[in-house]
């Protein structure tokens, strides 16, 4: 059974910084194109970084220079490296795994919250 777990989340002031984790089980994680998302409240969830099964990287123009996603295959573990922290980053930050339409796999959020 696949289940994805984040952690790493928690309450930080503008310009600092958080590392979120998605550890993954179940699934053959190699295999997966991996996704943070977020959803601010009353928002809709929007994607914030991609990583390939490759290895390819993609980011949100508001994620771009601050945030790194990587993956560890051995670890099954993805990572979203959060830097130069804004409020408007504040959100449930959400991971998923997916390999096609019906193997498409999220964790229960956590939460980010940016504040002064």
């Known amino acids: 059974q696949a289940q994805l777990v984040e952690s790493g989340g928690g309450s930080v002031q503008p310009g600092g910084s958080l590392k979120l984790s998605c550890t993954t089980s179940?699934?053959?994680?190699?295999?997966?194109?991996l996704y943070w998302y977020r959803q601010p409240q009353g928002k809709e969830r929007e994607l914030v970084a991609s990583v390939t099964n490759s290895g390819g990287v993609n980011y949100s123009d508001s994620a771009k220079g601050r945030f790194t996603i990587s993956r560890d295959n051995v670890k099954s573990t993805m990572y979203l490296q959060m830097n130069s922290l804004k409020p408007e980053d504040t959100a449930v930050y959400y991971c998923?795994?997916?390999?096609?339409?019906?193997?498409?796999?999220w964790g229960q959020g956590t939460q980010v919250t940016v504040s002064s």
């Open positions: 179940g699934i053959s994680f190699e295999l997966y194109h």
């Open positions: 998923n795994a997916w390999l096609t339409h019906d193997r498409s796999y």
